[in-house]
């Protein structure tokens, strides 16, 4: 038998094939990340148009785009508590192309809530940065009679069975606040769920339900026009934004607190590359007075940090959360 010594001399050993093979593909990576982007990029918003993510979307994007040089696509997928949007970004190639912006349901909650979820939010999607917060504010109609949210929760003990409540979606932080307050009062309303803030505010506004805590952006206009009374924001502290409306805490509910906030994620196999350039853009655009100052008029505030800073947060989140979603008994098949 004899062997080919000049073919088998060229072989290149294993450990080294396989070094070479990483090294020219980080090198494609990296000579990919450094052309990147050629064409429009698109931001999907798990909700629909009007939206709270939606809104902060669209003003990220104005300023985002000319950095990049390219369009920021924003697209609504809106169904399933932001899970559908959600979920087809998670799917999606990671090509640098497709990013989006959700919220603490689909990205957390959910986890929790639904007993299959068709997707992980921890393995199938890469944090990129953690864009802003809101309160909710708890609000009733201005003609209800209603003044406080003391008023409402002895309303509620009243009248058990009569008292509805819209959301922006099963699992998610509109519901799960009220949920929380439900518990802690031991009080009864039957959830309602919605696509977005505006269309659960609408059903308030037409009688639907009797109360919803949702985002400020939906609820401060309604206010203002005298068409809705706000009661109680969800936060710890009163916010800058409306700092005449009272705490959950100065209204007599001391464990109540949460805040809903807006992620910018991508799928898990986009480039770090790509996602460290993403995350220093969208940081300078939220550094921006402009950017600031529509994000403040739509009761929204800016946060930013890294890429790191949001999956700790997203954990701690997590942690928290977990014992308050199952202490309600939310289970979602």
Not at 42 to 49: D, E, N, S
Not at 85 to 95: I, R
Not at 99 to 127: A, M, Q, R, W
Request: aromatic share 6%; glycine share 8%.
């Amino acid at each position: 038998m004899t062997t080919n010594s000049t073919s088998s001399s060229r072989l290149v050993p294993l450990g080294r094939r396989a070094a070479l093979g990483a090294l020219l593909s980080c090198a494609a990576l990296s000579a990919f990340a450094q052309a990147w982007p050629s064409k429009p990029i698109k931001l999907v918003v798990p909700y629909a148009a009007g939206s709270s993510p939606d809104v902060a979307a669209r003003i990220i994007g104005e300023k985002l785009s000319p950095r990049l040089g390219q369009p920021i696509v924003v697209e609504n997928r809106p169904g399933a508590g932001g899970n559908n949007g959600t979920g087809a970004v998670a799917k999606a190639p990671g090509d640098g192309y497709t990013f989006l912006i959700s919220t603490n349901g689909p990205l957390v909650y959910n986890t929790v809530l639904y007993e299959k979820l068709p997707y992980d939010p921890f393995g199938e999607l890469k944090p990129v940065v953690l864009a802003g917060g809101q309160s909710n504010i708890c609000a009733v109609r201005a003609d209800s009679g209603i003044n406080s949210l003391r008023e409402l929760v002895a309303a509620m003990k009243k009248n058990p069975g009569k008292f509805n409540f819209s959301s922006t979606g099963v699992g998610s932080l509109s519901q799960l606040g009220v949920e929380l307050l439900k518990v802690k009062t031991d009080t009864y309303a039957v959830h309602i769920p919605y696509s977005s803030s505006p269309q659960a505010i609408m059903a308030l506004l037409q009688g639907d339900v009797q109360f919803a805590c949702v985002p400020a952006v939906a609820v401060i206009p309604q206010v203002k026009a005298g068409k809705l009374r706000a009661l109680a924001v969800s936060t710890a502290k009163r916010s800058q934004l409306t700092p005449e409306i009272p705490t959950m805490k100065e209204a007599g509910l001391p464990e109540i607190e949460n805040v809903a906030w807006m992620a910018i994620v991508a799928p898990a196999s986009t480039p770090n590359d790509i996602v460290q350039r993403m995350n220093r853009e969208i940081n300078a655009v939220l550094a921006l007075p402009e950017t600031r100052q529509k994000m403040y008029s739509q009761y929204m505030e800016p946060i930013g940090g890294s890429p790191e800073d949001l999956q700790r947060f997203m954990q701690k989140e997590l942690k928290v959360m977990t014992p308050i979603i199952k202490r309600t008994g939310i289970r979602i098949e």
